[in-house]
């Protein structure tokens, strides 16, 4: 049997029991003990929960899919989702003015944020220079404070006007979250566990409340924020990619990174994901097509380079 067999929507038990044994044999096969000790990965195919393969042979007594690891850039994903909710609730639209969103006072000093809008920022195409952003400001109740960080970039020459070209960072995740906070009323950690984690279970097996702390998750680069692999893909599975009908070419960025959309990278032939090389090398992947999502990361390797020895044409 073609192992790529009724890896759709409607796979069958045998045959996703097929794929599992050739991803197996291709561990065996292709890496070394070392390497496979080093592997994490959670895989899910078809719409049925029972066709989900886990692999963490360091630690074979935990509990398939409960292991957390720190989920770095990939945090970007969960603030598209939080951004993509309030939109359809109406909250505000994609292509309004970021400055309108914010509400700011009219004493703000906010020529930067001319001309940008929520999309802009979800999909890093701002055109603002925040190289020199560094760390993320906070006020009172741990809601970003924008004014500081406006002044920040306002230090800094935009590199083009919103929507000429793609600068990857920071800044889009940090102001898209002080949208969220600016209308919920809410910082983003607290938004991030109500409108994500309670659905999802991303990290409800942490032993305390350091989740809610303000200072511990970054909308952007995650800081301490630590997630399930099996929590993660139920998050991918759940996300309306199905119905993106237009990617923003990245000019200059890697063959294998098309464009992006909402925040998610377009990855070709149907598929979207992200990667995060800090604080753990990391990729998430899922092809809405055949309903398959993937987490994989690895503590010594990238993950980028182990995928395609595992995956190639099996999926």
């Not at 999909?123 to 400001?137: I, K, N, Q, V, Y």
């Not at 920071?170 to 002080?178: E, Y």
Request: with cysteine.
């Amino acid at each position: 049997m073609d192992a790529t067999a009724g890896t759709g929507t409607h796979a069958t038990s045998s045959d996703f029991a097929t794929l599992e044994a050739n991803l197996r044999h291709r561990l065996t096969r292709l890496f070394s003990p070392a390497e496979r000790r080093e592997i994490i990965f959670t895989l899910s195919v078809g719409d049925d929960a029972m066709h989900v393969m886990h692999f963490h042979p360091a630690q074979p007594m935990a509990t398939p899919g409960t292991l957390s690891w720190p989920l770095g850039c990939n945090t970007k994903l969960l603030t598209s989702a939080l951004t993509l909710e309030a939109v359809r609730a109406g909250a505000f639209r994609l292509d309004e003015p970021v400055l309108r969103c914010l509400r700011l006072p009219r004493r703000a000093q906010a020529r930067q944020l001319e001309g940008i809008t929520p999309r802009h920022l979800l999909e890093h195409a701002h055109g603002l220079d925040d190289s020199a952003l560094g760390g993320r400001p906070l006020r009172n109740h741990g809601f970003l404070d924008v004014q500081a960080v406006l002044a920040r970039l306002g230090a800094q020459r935009p590199l083009a006007r919103p929507g000429e070209i793609v600068n990857y960072g920071n800044s889009g995740p940090w102001l898209i979250s002080a949208v969220l906070e600016q209308h919920y009323g809410e910082p983003y950690s607290q938004l991030l566990h109500e409108r994500v984690n309670t659905r999802f279970g991303l990290y409800s097996t942490l032993r305390n409340r350091d989740w809610l702390q303000p200072s511990a998750i970054c909308p952007s680069m995650g800081r301490q924020l630590r997630v399930t692999t099996a929590g993660m893909v139920r998050f991918l599975r759940s996300q309306p990619l199905r119905d993106v009908t237009s990617v923003t070419p990245y000019p200059g960025w890697g063959l294998f990174e098309q464009g992006i959309a909402f925040g998610w990278k377009s990855l070709g032939s149907g598929w979207f994901g992200h990667n995060s090389i800090w604080p753990v090398s990391s990729m998430v992947r899922v092809l809405p097509e055949k309903d398959v999502a993937i987490v994989l990361m690895s503590r010594k390797h990238r993950a980028g380079a182990l995928a395609p020895r595992l995956f190639a044409r099996l999926l």
